[in-house]
Protein backbone atom coordinates (compact mmCIF):
# COMPACT_ATOMS: atom_id res chain seq x y z
CA UNK A 1 0.00 0.00 0.00
CA UNK A 2 1.12 3.70 -0.74
CA UNK A 3 2.35 5.26 2.10
CA UNK A 4 2.78 9.24 1.28
CA UNK A 5 5.72 10.60 4.11
CA UNK A 6 5.60 14.63 4.31
CA UNK A 7 8.06 16.47 5.44
CA UNK A 8 8.98 20.20 6.10
CA UNK A 9 6.84 21.70 8.11
CA UNK A 10 7.79 23.26 11.50
CA UNK A 11 7.38 27.14 13.12
CA UNK A 12 7.10 30.73 10.72
CA UNK A 13 6.27 34.34 10.89
CA UNK A 14 3.37 35.56 9.77
CA UNK A 15 4.24 35.99 6.59
CA UNK A 16 7.01 33.73 6.27
CA UNK A 17 7.33 30.40 3.90
CA UNK A 18 7.79 26.88 4.53
CA UNK A 19 8.22 24.26 1.34
CA UNK A 20 6.65 21.37 2.12
CA UNK A 21 7.42 17.55 0.25
CA UNK A 22 4.94 14.48 -0.08
CA UNK A 23 7.40 11.37 -1.38
CA UNK A 24 6.89 7.84 -0.99
CA UNK A 25 9.13 4.54 -1.32
CA UNK A 26 8.18 2.08 -4.21
CA UNK A 27 5.47 3.62 -5.69
CA UNK A 28 5.59 6.54 -8.80
CA UNK A 29 4.07 9.12 -7.51
CA UNK A 30 3.43 10.55 -11.06
CA UNK A 31 1.02 8.28 -11.82
CA UNK A 32 -1.18 9.42 -8.63
CA UNK A 33 -3.27 12.36 -8.41
CA UNK A 34 -1.53 14.00 -4.78
CA UNK A 35 -3.45 16.20 -2.59
CA UNK A 36 -2.81 18.86 -0.03
CA UNK A 37 -5.18 18.68 2.68
CA UNK A 38 -4.53 20.72 6.55
CA UNK A 39 -6.51 20.05 9.72
CA UNK A 40 -6.90 22.77 12.34
CA UNK A 41 -7.57 22.20 16.06
CA UNK A 42 -11.07 21.54 16.53
CA UNK A 43 -11.92 22.05 12.94
CA UNK A 44 -12.56 19.17 9.96
CA UNK A 45 -9.55 18.21 7.38
CA UNK A 46 -9.61 20.57 4.44
CA UNK A 47 -8.45 20.58 1.08
CA UNK A 48 -5.68 22.72 0.21
CA UNK A 49 -4.38 22.38 -3.62
CA UNK A 50 -3.98 18.99 -5.74
CA UNK A 51 -2.25 18.11 -9.07
CA UNK A 52 -3.89 15.37 -11.06
CA UNK A 53 -1.67 12.90 -12.80
CA UNK A 54 -3.43 12.94 -16.30
CA UNK A 55 -2.24 16.52 -17.03
CA UNK A 56 -0.37 17.88 -14.18
CA UNK A 57 -3.48 20.56 -13.73
CA UNK A 58 -3.55 21.83 -10.15
CA UNK A 59 -6.32 23.43 -7.69
CA UNK A 60 -6.36 25.42 -5.24
CA UNK A 61 -8.83 26.45 -2.54
CA UNK A 62 -9.41 29.88 -2.73
CA UNK A 63 -7.87 31.09 0.26
CA UNK A 64 -4.76 29.74 -0.60
CA UNK A 65 -4.14 30.55 -4.14
CA UNK A 66 -2.04 33.22 -4.83
CA UNK A 67 -0.05 32.26 -2.02
CA UNK A 68 0.43 28.65 -2.37
CA UNK A 69 1.87 26.54 -5.11
CA UNK A 70 1.81 22.46 -5.85
CA UNK A 71 4.39 21.09 -7.96
CA UNK A 72 6.30 17.99 -9.12
CA UNK A 73 9.45 16.35 -8.97
CA UNK A 74 9.07 13.43 -10.98
CA UNK A 75 13.02 13.04 -10.81
CA UNK A 76 13.40 13.10 -7.09
CA UNK A 77 9.24 11.72 -6.87
CA UNK A 78 8.41 13.99 -5.04
CA UNK A 79 5.24 16.72 -4.91
CA UNK A 80 5.87 19.93 -3.16
CA UNK A 81 3.91 22.80 -2.31
CA UNK A 82 5.70 25.67 -1.74
CA UNK A 83 3.94 28.14 1.17
CA UNK A 84 4.35 31.83 0.54
CA UNK A 85 2.75 34.58 3.13
CA UNK A 86 1.81 32.59 5.56
CA UNK A 87 -0.99 33.75 8.29
CA UNK A 88 -1.95 32.91 11.40
CA UNK A 89 -4.83 30.82 10.16
CA UNK A 90 -2.60 28.39 7.71
CA UNK A 91 -1.22 26.55 11.31
CA UNK A 92 -2.45 22.89 11.09
CA UNK A 93 -1.45 19.22 10.76
CA UNK A 94 -0.74 19.30 7.11
CA UNK A 95 -1.11 15.76 4.92
CA UNK A 96 -0.51 14.64 1.58
CA UNK A 97 -2.54 12.04 0.06
CA UNK A 98 -2.91 9.99 -3.19
CA UNK A 99 -5.25 8.35 -5.63
CA UNK A 100 -4.78 6.52 -8.76
CA UNK A 101 -8.24 5.98 -9.25
CA UNK A 102 -9.82 9.40 -11.22
CA UNK A 103 -8.16 11.44 -13.73
CA UNK A 104 -8.12 14.42 -12.52
CA UNK A 105 -7.18 15.33 -8.93
CA UNK A 106 -9.98 16.47 -5.92
CA UNK A 107 -10.05 18.54 -2.81
CA UNK A 108 -12.70 16.58 -0.93
CA UNK A 109 -10.61 14.31 0.98
CA UNK A 110 -12.91 11.42 1.15
CA UNK A 111 -11.73 10.42 -3.01
CA UNK A 112 -8.32 9.64 -1.82
CA UNK A 113 -7.14 6.61 0.17
CA UNK A 114 -3.70 6.85 0.74
CA UNK A 115 -2.55 9.15 3.49
CA UNK A 116 0.41 10.20 5.20
CA UNK A 117 1.19 10.60 8.97
CA UNK A 118 1.02 14.47 8.42
CA UNK A 119 3.52 17.52 9.37
CA UNK A 120 2.62 20.45 11.68
CA UNK A 121 2.78 23.84 10.63
CA UNK A 122 2.57 26.23 13.52
CA UNK A 123 2.21 30.48 11.72
CA UNK A 124 3.34 32.39 15.08
CA UNK A 125 4.68 35.51 15.96
Known amino acids: QLRPVESGGGLVQPGGSLRLSCTASGFTLDYYNIGWFRQAPGKEREGVSC????????YYTDSMKGRFTISRDNAKNTVYLQMNSLKFEDTGVYYC??????????????????WGQGTQVTVSS
Open 51 to 58: ISSDDDST
Open 97 to 114: AADDSSEYCSLYPHEYDD
